[in-house]
């Protein structure tokens, strides 16, 4: 619709399409305002119209509300009169109705728009305008019901003769007046539709922000030992030892029933093979082998061994392997150090923090003490005003229960009135569904009573359709088993060719194993001296690093840290005893505190109640 309309605004001129593109925008801005008028034309006088003319609609009441002054009654009459005389008619009663313009219009619009705007711009040019469109209302219902108004015939009227005078110079043509075209609206700037800076400026702070946490996480992870590492609690390491020794009395006897595995299996399991393993293998020992012909045919010509640069190369090895694992022993002992350090000064601050907790304690228990002593006072006051109230309240109960009776006579009767009804629609119901039923019965009944029709088959005989290639089924049938013979032969020289290949394969694969078992046993050799050689530097380093006067003073240190981490352990001990040992007196003290107030406040509630018995048997021996 949008791209028919552009393609027949192209011949018209500019002021023409700029009244016509104001029209729609101004259409589409003031939507809501104009949405009232429609559907409640559509509702109340256009019951019987389209909905899809709501469109035709929507224009006309922009033109009259809001250009009706820029475009004088003629041109809107001109547009009045180009559209169906009936749906202008309803429009412009209903829209043009006083009634309808001062209450439930003007109501709906100062919803949108302020209510001193739509008084002074919308409905006061409206009942200004009101007599003017009368006419052309009455004008329509004119042509509805086919009269023609007939005009005053004037009477012959004498005309006088000019006099023979000479004809004066005819006058310049005038310069023709601007037509006055409408104000170009300006375009909604862009601005409107960005997003704000504070927006963008909350975007950077945010990813500044998560950078800077993100390079603190980074810190923290990489100097972890800054911090004490939290040490598991003495309760939880009783009750993992002790779930541990459960699991391994179960284990042990199950393990003592169990027979072992003879030593000689273990040690030479046969590992399984496939053929790519095998070939893999293979082609790796091949290579290994040609590498070390061509070494040795290099040094038979002449060239240089390198076996020892190799020598030299593993001694630099070894000495700097030697240094690294001094260092690293180093390092770790001052670690430990620090660490038991760190666990020395959190304790001390945990000591300080228990101290101001229990002083808090205290100090929390006297106010509570306070508070419990204003609350038995205040449900005391309380006691008292609600006696004075339930003396009050008697008389109004007798009343509502008078009126709960009537109320209920009357849900009574409804009730009856109401099964008699239900009654009577329930046995129409089951009649008419007693007559479907017999119905539907009598339908199935015919349904069910079906011809019987005999075919005759011959299978010797063709189908007689007339094509080229037309058989009969047991001509068929044969043709069928003599492809499945011939398939079959296929089949079975297809196996034969497939079982050669594998005994050729599994020969080849045979002679590959064997030469596989050899080289693995001469590598077995070389994994053992190598294993032996490796302990024998094992062993050295160990002793060099027992020689080591620096790592001797850091193990001495540590230990004297860990003897005072376990005295401080064995004096936190002995206070959380004398901790609990008053704080199990304080709370026996206290129960027994509790236990008194609860003995005394039932005896007052009974009290009470026996009060309010002689009161209710004093006010019925009065009443009676």
């Not at 925008?25 to 009232?36: E, H, K, N, W």
């Not at 091949?286 to 070494?295: F, I, N, S, T």
């Not at 629609?425 to 539907?440: F, G, P, S």
């Not at 007689?464 to 001509?475: A, N, P, R, V």
Request: aromatic share 6%.
């Amino acid at each position: 619709m949008c791209e028919d309309a552009t393609v027949s605004l192209v011949g018209q001129d500019e002021v023409e399409q700029m009244f016509l593109v104001e029209v729609l925008s101004g259409c589409l801005y003031y939507r809501p305002l104009l949405d009232v008028v429609v559907n409640g034309f559509y509702v109340r006088d256009g019951k019987n119209f389209l909905w899809l003319e709501c469109n035709l609609y929507m224009v006309i009441c922009y033109l009259a509300t809001f250009r009706l002054k820029e475009l004088g009654l003629k041109h809107f009459s001109k547009f009045i009169n180009s559209q169906d005389v009936n749906k202008m008619h309803k429009f412009l009663k209903f829209f043009f109705d006083a009634g309808n313009l001062n209450t439930w219009i003007k109501d709906e619009w100062c919803q949108i728009y302020d209510v001193a705007y739509v008084t002074e711009k919308l409905i006061d040019p409206l009942l200004r305008w009101q007599p003017d469109i009368q006419n052309i209302i009455n004008h329509l219902s004119n042509i509805r019901a086919n009269k023609v108004v007939h005009k005053k015939e004037s009477q012959p009227v004498t005309v006088p003769n000019e006099f023979n005078i000479t004809k004066p110079k005819p006058r310049a043509i005038p310069m023709p007046e601007e037509i006055p075209q409408l104000q170009v609206q300006r375009k909604i700037p862009r601005s409107t539709y960005d997003p704000p800076k504070e927006e963008k400026l909350l975007e950077k702070l945010k990813k500044k922000n998560r950078q800077r946490a993100e390079e603190h996480f980074m810190e923290a992870n990489t100097d972890q030992f800054r911090c004490a590492i939290p040490q598991e609690s003495s309760y939880k390491r009783r009750v993992l030892s002790e779930i541990m020794k459960e699991k391994e009395a179960k284990i042990k006897p199950t393990l003592s029933k169990a027979r072992q595995v003879p030593r000689q299996i273990t040690e030479n399991i046969p590992i399984k093979m496939n053929t790519a393993a095998i070939l893999r293998e293979n082609a790796l020992y091949q290579r290994k082998v040609k590498e070390d012909l061509q070494r040795i045919d290099y040094i038979l010509e002449g060239g240089h061994d390198p076996a020892k640069f190799k020598e030299y190369q593993k001694q630099k090895d070894e000495e700097f392997m030697e240094q690294q694992l001094a260092d690293g022993e180093h390092r770790r002992l001052e670690e430990k150090i620090f660490f038991e350090e760190s666990i020395l000064a959190r304790e001390v601050r945990t000591e300080e923090k228990r101290r101001k907790a229990a002083q808090q304690k205290e100090e929390a228990a006297e106010l509570m003490q306070r508070y419990k002593e204003m609350r038995q006072q205040e449900e005391k006051e309380m006691k008292v005003k609600v006696e004075q109230v339930l003396k009050g309240h008697k008389d109004m109960k007798e009343q509502k229960r008078k009126i709960q009776e009537c109320k209920q006579k009357m849900a009574k009767e409804m009730n009856k009135e109401m099964e008699e009804i239900l009654q009577q629609v329930m046995e129409e119901t089951n009649a008419e569904i007693r007559k479907k039923t017999q119905q539907i019965r009598e339908i199935r009944a015919r349904q069910a009573a079906s011809t019987i029709k005999q075919n005759f088959l011959d299978l010797s005989k063709p189908a007689g359709h007339g094509l080229l290639d037309e058989m009969s089924l047991l001509e068929l049938r044969e043709r069928l088993g003599l492809l499945k013979e011939a398939q079959i032969k296929e089949e079975e020289d297809k196996r034969d060719r497939i079982l050669n290949e594998k005994q050729a394969k599994e020969r080849l694969l045979l002679e590959k194993l064997e030469q596989i078992s050899l080289n693995r046993e001469a590598m077995s050799k070389k994994a053992v001296l190598r294993h032996r050689e490796e302990e024998l530097k094992k062993d050295k380093l160990s002793k060099l690093l027992s020689n080591n006067q620096q790592l001797a003073e850091l193990q001495n240190k540590l230990e004297e840290k860990k003897k005072e981490h376990h005295q401080l352990i064995k004096m936190q001990k002995k206070n959380t005893q004398e901790n609990l040992q008053r704080v199990q007196g304080s709370r026996a003290a206290e129960r027994k505190a509790t236990e008194e107030r609860w003995w005394r406040n039932l005896e007052e509630s009974r009290e009470h109640k026996v009060q309010l018995l002689k009161l209710r048997t004093e006010l019925s021996q009065k009443a009676s």
